[in-house]
């Protein structure tokens, strides 16, 4: 069976930091592109960053260019996501995805004072 | 970025009646290895997306054959043979052919 289980959000302040882990069962993690896309309270998704198999290639959306960072380590079958210098926008349930056909349940990122 | 317009943004349907949800591109989605990167998503109440349609028209593991996808260029279409209550959620087009994948606004498929 396929899983992936982010963890790490939580309740963070403005201009905090937050690292987001995704762990990765069921299928072959390391030959895979990663991604991490985010959905805001009632609206749409919208794609952050994407790393290729070997972790050397990543690539950010321009919200996240400068402030996050996405690694992997294909030893332990995990996904991150350091964010830092958090801004009350970037609040949402952040995805971790496996090509584009493995999707976890998610992981609720709030920013707030 | 590559601009992504579905319509409608609402749909009711009758179980057991067809549904369509139209998705165009502001660019071409062709790329030069031939493949066309367009990927459909629905995203079930209280769920994370799931992909039901990958390179056009390709289902992905496990999606019923009553959906169905279509299309080419910057026009794409979804179909929904005949509509089951499970069926209801938001659905998403998306583009992958260039930085950074771009996905529609959604389409919210209700039951009458």
Redesign the interface.
Known sequence: EVQLVESGGGLVQPGGSLRLSCAVSGFTFSSYWM?WVRQAPEK????VS?INSDGRST?Y??SAKGRFTISRDNAKNTLYLQMNSLRVEDTAVY?CIGG??Y????TLVTVSS | DIVMTQTPLSLSVTPGQPASISCKSSQSLLHSDGKTYLYWFLQKPGQSPQLLIYEVSYRFSGVPDRFSGSGSGTDFTLKISRVEAEDVGVYYCMQSIQLPPTFGQGTEVEIK
């Open positions: 991604h749409g998704l919208v794609w994407r690539n959306g321009d995805y584009w056909g999707w976890g349940r998610g």
